[in-house]
């Protein structure tokens, strides 16, 4: 009698690529550094690392390195497989992605080539079950590192055996820091895939667009930026490493690459069209999605000046509500900062005593170490967590930052 096949926890995020990958195999699904790759072969590189992440035992997983192919491919897998997902930028100082990788607690790091690989070894990370450990008599091992092949659709090796049980399908990411110390967040895949299959339904994603790769290893936007064009069937174009400093920066690229859709922080954007100078308007672009910051009638005039077809949408939310929870499409921008707008589904806003609440059962599990203001008292450890209300901020804050909600 055949072995039963193991019953693999649910993926939410990796689902999502999957159904892509099945409807349209052979289409592109990630460009990068003049190289191409197809569903087909993206996803069967991913699962074919989910595979090998599952056997050594995997709980928590660091993807660090350039973002291209391999980067991508490594978040498919941990995504799969499924394990905690831990993205952390090769660029920041050493002390604080020691810091962000030990507040994980990660076993095991991949890198996306072998010069990242070899950075990362020398940060000498222990493993967080031997830092607790009392005993004192053997010189403490260090957390294994191991990098994709140069194609980033293999491992360059085997992987270790770093732990028995596996993870789970959550990941963590880090706060800016800018009010104050950066926080670890855990989020579910359930409540990111939420919003990606609500961004992709409610602006028709499809085959036909072309998706900007502008966003930081170290942000939970990243997964906004890869996970909604693969989970609707786009192309996802990651910038050039160098992309700033080209001649036109941002903007040309986005022409020059015939991209369709993009998200960006505000005050990115601004910078973007000043370093770009005069410009012939593009009307290739058709969704710009703003996050990250007010978004302000000016930045919306200087953006449609050079993308002149675009549709503008501004995009807010708490990090402890996994992405954005409100969204408003700008028409005639209103002066001053633009209104957010409605609230995502299941999202239900309230106003308690001159404080913002927030609830959905598609939010943050826990912040660790810690709690920030907007934890709550119950969470999920996997699946939909309860419908709790967060306490996010006072009224006259979200206002300021947010202009007026739409009723």
Request: hydrophobic share 45%; with cysteine.
């Amino acid at each position: 009698m055949a072995d039963e096949l193991p019953v693999l926890p649910p993926a939410p995020l990796a689902d999502l690529v999957r159904e892509a990958a099945a409807a349209a195999p052979e289409s592109v699904a990630v460009e990068a550094g003049g190289r191409a790759v197809t569903y087909w072969d993206l996803v069967g590189s991913a699962d074919r690392l989910a595979d090998e992440l599952r056997e050594a035992g995997a709980g928590t997983v660091a993807v660090t390195g350039p973002c291209g192919i391999g980067f991508v491919v490594a978040l498919l897998a941990a995504a799969a497989a499924p394990v905690r997902l831990v993205t952390v930028d090769p660029g920041l100082p050493a002390a604080r992605r020691v810091a962000m990788l030990e507040t994980a607690a990660v076993d095991l790091v991949l890198a996306t080539d072998e010069a990242s690989a070899i950075e990362a070894a020398s940060l000498n990370l222990v493993p967080a079950k031997e830092k607790k450990s009392t005993d004192t008599a053997e010189r403490p091992g260090r957390v294994p590192i191991c990098h994709l092949s140069p194609d980033g659709l293999s491992l360059a090796g085997p992987l270790p055996t770093v732990g028995p049980a596996g993870g789970s399908a959550t990941y963590v990411f880090f706060t800016s820091g800018t009010t104050g110390e950066a926080k670890a967040v855990l989020g579910r895949q359930a409540a990111a895939a939420h919003f990606v299959r609500w961004q992709r339904v409610r602006f028709l994603a499809g085959s036909g667009d072309r998706f900007a790769q502008l966003t930081g290893p170290s942000s939970d936007g990243l997964l906004r930026d890869v996970f909604t064009p693969l989970g609707a069937g786009a192309t996802l174009c990651v910038a050039p490493a160098d992309v700033a400093v080209r001649p036109g920066g941002v903007t040309a690229w986005l022409s020059d690459a015939g991209i369709t859709a993009v998200h960006a922080v505000p005050s990115l954007a601004t910078r973007w069209l000043a370093a770009a100078g005069p410009a012939e308007p593009w009307s290739g672009l058709r969704l710009s999605f703003f996050a990250g910051e007010p978004l302000s009638d000016v930045t919306v005039s200087r953006w449609r000046e050079r993308f002149p077809d675009t549709r503008v949408i501004n995009l807010y939310g708490p990090p402890e509500t996994t992405l954005a929870k409100f969204c408003h499409e700008v028409g005639e921008p209103v002066p001053g900062i633009q209104p957010v707008g409605r609230p995502l589904p299941e999202t239900d806003l309230r106003l308690v005593d001159g404080e913002v609440w927030i609830r959905t059962p598609y939010r943050t599990s826990t912040t660790r170490g810690k709690p920030t203001r907007g934890s709550s008292a119950t969470a999920a450890r996997s699946g939909t967590a309860p419908a709790t209300w967060v306490s996010w901020t006072t009224w006259a804050s979200f206002a300021c930052a947010a202009g007026p909600v739409s009723r």
